[in-house]
């Protein structure tokens, strides 16, 4: 009976709770809405990247293939704007990581007035990004900015000429495109250390007590229990907001703009805001969609090996 | 199975991080044009030269509610006397609805283009004169004697609708003119604007004292629209009739050199003084002049400041610093259904009540201190009383239309880097007008077209 017994198949319902497409059922409205606000806006970039749409051909562009893409990778100044993306990116997430750590380390403590300062430390996140670069810029001028002022009144900028750490004194931070570049860089630092202390003190707080009361009975130093328990711990947490952060800052435009006054000088550019110049400077869309496209790709391979290389995705064990 | 659907949800996830941008751009740039229709007639404004025929449609046509999308890029200030004009004209054209949406400069241009390829946006589209060009090279806009009369146009100033003027045809009607630099001098520490560069530099010498923060001429040293009006003065021209740069020239050395010296030799000024530090020591009586345009007026009236507005000195070579001067108006969109004569009606109707009523247009010009362009509003109390519209139609004289063409971003562009080298890296003028001109040259061809190498 068993071995001829037939195989009971179960009844076909008609109820799509129980189907096995019914999971797709339920993403379907997400994904209608996110074919017609993200996909196709996404698709319609990649096509224009293989167009030569400018302000002529604006009704009625034509498909010219890769030839964006072989003149954006045939221009010099792509790989030093590039290059000069990839500093800023990196020197501003260095510190935002670091410097974000280390303020929730701090703020994880049983300090007195903990909420007042973490309510100070928040307000950069706070204040609307284009107030704070405003306010950046004022305190960066040559003459009555502020930074300029502490470097004079402290007698470091005088040593840091001494030094030979800087060529010119007082610093013209607004006037050399360079240090314009490294006075966007203080900004975008000062702008971002909040997001990442918040991401971090909320990935400590989960940490259970007892991984440390253990490691202390065990006799670890403070050091050995950063490193073997809170970064682990913290893993999880950090590298999508690292991934996040860099997503951020490698477009970051307006603290760039604000800074620097303008597009116009190349030397404090970044690749987003030579896209910006070429789409809206120079009317050629097609071009600023490769480059867009370029970022985008450069963006996605970092994320999926930094995750990779991180295991970011995995439980920690 | 349980894999994949995880693996769709985090890219779900992940992509939703884009939605909010998308969602919110799709909502501005799909603003309305729509074409209600309800009774009431107008026929008051029909087009005086259109034959028998067209009048009959017209009046037939005009019975329809018509709701006219306006775009626009005005100052709080225009944007209250829009306001104002609008519920005027609301009462006299009850057929009539005006739906008004603001945006900033870059933001105008950005979404009536994109609108314009969507087959959407306004109908009537507001902003500076240099919005034109790159309207006229997309086209998306048409002539505007498409839709109004030869009568219309003659009551507009024909120096300020020359600056909309492309191969022989106008643009845009402008409403008001000017925006142009001039010299602002503080009547308490000024007595006569002085005439002559020498005479500038005196006056600005004897009211400096450095060390108590004390400055004679403070201005926007880098921007290149500061920079524009020496150029102009030593008898330069950005473009050549076909628009090709000609930056590297004498004048252009000539004035790269002069404006070095207006700190380095004529000791004035103070380095890397930019808008913001020129402005607040005007505001706050610590400068005794200031080269800024008509948008600065009343904010120093406002502060206290007994203001003095005075032409440009003239420099050494006789002629006056010439700084642009420009124009804003409204430009008719190519998606209006030139067919659709209730809309023509309506949009002719507008204007004419705009710009074309004298007195609605001096609302404008005295709201913003610039010229109004209707001949007949230059004629009325309410302006030539105004000292503010006295001094500007007197400082109007000795400036120039700025090109509106495209190929101006090009130019500023290549002014800017080297305007800096110069005044902060010692650059040589000479060299600079070389590495501008070339700078020029590949902004422009890029701007042309995606003219590869």
Known sequence: MGAKAKKIKAPKSRNLAIGKATPYYYLLPAFIVMAIMVFYPLGYGFWLSLTDMSLESFKDPNYIGLSNFSNLFKDSKFFTTFLRTIIWTAVNVTVHVSGGLFLAVLLNRKLPGRSILRIFLIIPWAIPQYISALTWRGMLNLQYGLINIILNVSGIGKELLYAGIIDKYPIPWLMDPVWTFVGSILTNIWLGVPFMMMICLGGLQSIDKSFYEAADIDGATSWQKFKAITLPLLKPVLAPAVVLGTVWTFNMLNVILIIAGSFANEKSQILVTEVYRQGFSFYRYGYASAYSVAIFAILLIFGIAFMKHTKGTEEVR | ?453
């Open chain 2, 1 to 453: 199975m349980k894999k994949m659907f995880g693996v769709i949800l985090v890219l779900m996830l992940s992509v939703s991080l884009f939605a909010g941008c998308g969602s919110n751009k799709s909502a501005k740039d799909d603003t309305p044009a729509t074409n209600d229709t309800s009774n009431n007639a107008d026929t008051d404004n029909a087009d005086k030269d259109t034959d028998k025929d067209q009048d009959q449609d017209a009046d037939k046509q005009s019975n329809e509610k018509v709701t006219l999308v306006v775009w626009e890029q005005m100052e709080p200030a225009l944007q209250e006397a829009f306001d104002e004009v609008e519920v005027e004209f609301e009462a006299a054209y009850p057929n009539i609805d005006i739906e008004r949406t603001h945006y900033e400069t870059e933001e105008l241009r950005t979404n009536f283009l994109n609108s314009s390829v969507a087959g959407g946006g306004p109908d009537i589209v507001y902003g500076p004169g240099d919005n034109v060009g790159p309207f006229i090279t997309a086209d998306v806009i048409i002539p505007i004697t498409d839709v109004v009369t030869q009568d219309f146009i003659s009551k507009i100033d024909e120096s300020a609708l020359d600056f909309t003027k492309v191969s022989g045809k106008y643009y845009a009607v402008p409403d008001i003119f000017g925006n142009n630099i001039t010299l602002l001098y503080n009547k308490d520490m000024v007595d006569t604007a002085p005439q002559t560069w020498d005479e500038l530099v005196e006056v600005a010498s004897e009211n400096r004292d450095a060390d108590n923060g004390l400055y004679g001429l403070l201005y926007n040293e880098r921007e290149p629209y500061w920079f524009i009006g020496f150029f102009n003065g030593f008898g330069g021209d950005v473009l050549d009739s076909e628009y090709n740069p000609t930056l590297n020239t004498e004048p252009m050395i000539k004035a790269l050199q002069f404006v070095r010296d207006i700190r380095e030799e004529n000791g004035l000024g103070i380095e890397g003084m930019d808008y913001g530090a020129a402005d607040s020591a005007f505001l706050e009586e610590t400068a005794a002049m200031i080269f800024n345009g008509a948008w600065s007026w009343t904010s120093y009236i406002d502060a206290g400041v007994n203001l003095g507005v005075a032409p440009m000195p003239t420099l050494p070579n006789g002629e006056r610093v010439t700084f642009y001067n420009a124009t804003k108006g409204y430009s008719i969109s190519k998606e209006v259904d030139l067919n659709d004569q209730a809309r023509v009606e309506a949009i002719r109707a507008f204007l004419d009540f705009f710009v074309g009523d004298p007195e609605n247009d001096a609302k404008f010009a005295l709201a913003n201190s610039q010229a109004p362009t209707n001949l007949e509003s230059r004629e009325l109390d309410i302006i030539t009383s105004d000292p503010l519209q006295v001094a500007e139609q007197e400082t109007l004289i000795y400036t120039k239309p700025m090109p509106i063409v495209p190929e101006m971003r090009g130019i500023w562009d290549a002014i800017r880097p080297e305007l800096e080298a110069v005044l902060y890296e010692g650059k040589d003028p000479e060299q600079a007008a070389a590495d501008m001109q070339e700078t020029a040259i590949d902004n422009i061809s890029k701007i042309r077209s995606n003219s590869y190498e």
